[in-house]
């Protein structure tokens, strides 16, 4: 059971090291989306709250 363990670790670490190599679009795509998205929410409320707008 010990020598499974560690091939299924050693395993998912040489996967997570192929991937790294190249960059997943969609992921990066989702992940800078939603950052804008909650920047305009944080602006928005930020200046709700100042009565700026």
Not at 4 to 31: G, P, Q, Y
């Amino acid at each position: 059971m010990r020598r499974f363990a560690m091939k299924a670790l050693f395993t998912v670490l040489n996967l997570n090291r192929s991937e790294r190599t190249r960059i997943d679009w969609d992921r990066t795509i989702i992940v800078v989306s939603t950052a804008v998205t909650i920047g305009l929410v944080a602006l928005y409320i930020f200046g709700k709250s100042t009565a700026r707008w």
